[in-house]
């Protein structure tokens, strides 16, 4: 076991602070990395504020950060396909068991045994895993990613979650050239799905209540922005999308979108509200229309989506951030005053 530096909360009423928590020496299938960047979720402040305290309790201290970029430090002897020097990721998985029909499917995300990178109980050192808001992280080879070297590491970090989340739907329902996609809501998750929908090929539509968005969604990709709230630019679009991406977080009407899907269409819910939408069964009966969610993607798809990134040179929408800037950052995370990503410097930690 070794000491890092690190970022804790100590209650879910605390604010972040300097802690040193404990890493597991590297075993022979292990791979150490000096974390450069960490992306910052809502889910981490979900997890620190004890938010989801009816499906996974926080356990305190909570190190958070499962949008992790960086480079190898050591590799297990056992480990084949990293070295030294490589630029290597870790998002929101750091094991599983391997022998399941998801994992050996390559959808770890769906392992009944998965361990998420923080805040879950930690098979090698007992207590809880802690997250990338570290120097330093230890993770099996079979959960480390490779990380195309042309892509920027402050904007990479935020693939790692943001990216796959949005990704992982997309290859799911097929969207490609000659689609018709849309997606609602820019914010950390849209504005990478409008940047992965116009890389794929489909025609993209934003959706925003936000008019001084309209700018800022053409630049990222979008071929049309049409404002929500207008009933009659919503009426034009119905019944003519194959697929739409609902990134929104806020209570909203699921419905006024399943209506502007054509036969077959698909809606896939990324954003979680907190509350449940009221769906109208007609709405899904006549076109035989589907609503349906998605996590992130697995092991093999997040290298393939971090791939394609690489190839058409997509990173996140980022503010560079140093971590003693990270309970600022939260409280602006909950006014939405941020585009579209905040990603810590970790050097910024070696001054602690």
Excluded at 107 to 118: D, R, S
Excluded at 144 to 171: F, K, Q
Excluded at 197 to 215: D, I, M, R, W
Excluded at 257 to 285: C, H, M, W
């Amino acid at each position: 076991m070794y000491n890092a530096k690190a970022y804790a909360a100590t209650s879910a009423t605390s604010p972040l602070s300097s802690a040193t928590i404990v890493r597991r020496n590297p075993t022979e299938s292990d791979v150490q990395i000096e974390i450069l960047f960490c992306g910052v979720c809502h889910s981490d402040l979900h997890q620190v504020r004890n938010e989801w305290s009816g499906v996974m309790p926080t356990i305190y201290p909570c190190t958070p950060g499962h949008e992790i970029l960086g480079r190898v430090t050591s590799v297990g002897s056992a480990v084949t396909k990293f070295k030294a020097g490589d630029l290597a990721a870790v998002g929101c998985m750091v094991d599983s068991d391997g022998t399941c029909p998801a994992c050996k499917e390559g959808l770890e995300q769906f392992c009944p045994n998965v361990t998420l990178t923080y805040n879950f109980p930690d098979k090698h050192l007992g207590g809880v895993t802690y997250g990338g808001y570290s120097d330093s992280v230890v993770v099996d080879e079979r959960f480390v990613l490779h990380v195309p070297e042309n892509l920027n590491p402050a904007g990479a970090a935020p693939l790692l979650c943001a990216g796959i989340t949005t990704y992982s739907p997309m290859r799911h329902w097929g969207v490609t050239k000659g689609k018709k996609v849309g997606v609602a809501g820019i914010g950390g998750l849209g504005h990478m799905g409008v940047k992965f929908a116009h890389a794929l090929g489909a025609h993209t539509v934003v959706f925003t209540t936000s008019p001084n968005k309209v700018e800022d969604a053409l630049r990222l990709g979008a071929d049309e922005v049409v404002i929500s709230r207008d009933a009659n630019e919503m009426a034009k679009h119905a019944g003519s999308f194959d697929f739409i991406l609902d990134a929104i977080s806020a209570d909203h009407d699921i419905n006024a979108y399943i209506s502007l899907l054509a036969r077959d269409g698909n809606i896939t819910l990324v954003g979680a509200p907190e509350k449940p939408l009221q769906v109208a069964a007609f709405g899904l009966l006549f076109g035989r229309k589907s609503l349906s969610g998605s996590p992130i993607g697995g092991i093999p798809e997040t290298q393939e989506m971090l791939d394609f990134c690489g190839k058409h040179n997509i990173t996140a929408d980022v503010e560079v951030i140093p971590i003693q800037k990270i309970n600022e950052a939260y409280d602006r995370l909950l006014k939405s005053d941020v585009k579209y990503r905040f990603s810590i410097d970790m050097a910024s930690l070696k001054s602690e």
